[in-house]
């Protein structure tokens, strides 16, 4: 029993590494085993471990294996309580849902996550749900409410101090400038996001910065330096 449970420890803690280091199939082998055997293993821990299994399905696009693995950690974690690990079975089903542009079930599923982290003070659930109530805006062209969003989120992203999100927080919030006409706000804003990408080593998130940076540039008749970013 012990050894089940310490598995889905390991195996969900381990999740994000494999996502990050391209090592999704790998990620998804070891969880799917370690579940199989997950025998009394504690319901919250199922759920933590049913949600990392989801998302290293949906990263590889095989959202029919992703959403019933979401849907169980949500009816485990309602059946136990476990609110952190509701707050990410619904929103990881809000990615699903907007996937399938189901926006109205998204935007009901993002709003009850915020609430919920909100009052657990949940902070990086807080931080995600915003990012990905920014994505949803931006979907449907409500460019200002994006913009919002992924304010807050980048000020909560940098007091928990995930250089990833925080460099994606300021792409997100730099495309939302550049789209608003805010051109050196949203320069700054890429600037900001290359910096830390280019301290990460993070490949990526590099050329989505100077993707940005070469639309900009674009924008502004700058077509030689446009074309060195690109």
């Given at each position: 029993a012990a050894a089940g449970d310490q598995a889905?420890?390991?195996a969900t803690a381990l999740h994000r590494f494999w996502d990050y280091r391209g090592y999704v199939s790998e990620g998804r082998a070891w969880l799917q085993k370690a579940l199989t055997n997950r025998g009394p293993a504690?319901?919250?821990i199922q759920?933590?471990?049913l949600n990392a299994a989801g998302w290293l399905a949906y990263r590889q696009g095989d959202l029919a294996q992703?959403?019933?693995l979401h849907e169980e950690a949500q009816r485990l974690a309602e059946q136990a309580a476990a609110e952190e690990a509701l707050v990410d079975a619904l929103q990881h089903l809000a990615v699903i849902a907007m996937d399938r542009g189901d926006y109205p079930m998204a935007q009901q599923q993002l709003e009850t996550s915020l609430t919920l982290a909100r009052r657990l003070a949940y902070q990086s659930g807080i931080a995600r749900a915003l990012t990905r109530l920014g994505a949803l805006a931006w979907d449907l062209d409500r460019i200002e409410e994006a913009r919002t969003y992924r304010q807050e989120a980048l000020q909560i992203e940098q007091r928990l101090g995930n250089q990833v999100n925080i460099a994606s927080s300021f792409l997100g919030l730099a495309d939302a400038d550049r789209f608003l006409g805010d051109i050196a706000v949203a320069h700054r804003h890429y600037e900001a996001a290359l910096q830390i990408s280019r301290a990460l080593g993070h490949q990526g998130?590099?050329?989505a910065a100077l993707k940005g940076l070469g639309m900009l540039a674009f924008k502004q008749g700058a077509y030689a330096e446009a074309q060195r970013y690109g």
């Open positions: 889905l420890r390991l504690t319901i919250e759920a933590k471990a992703a959403q019933p998130l590099i050329g």
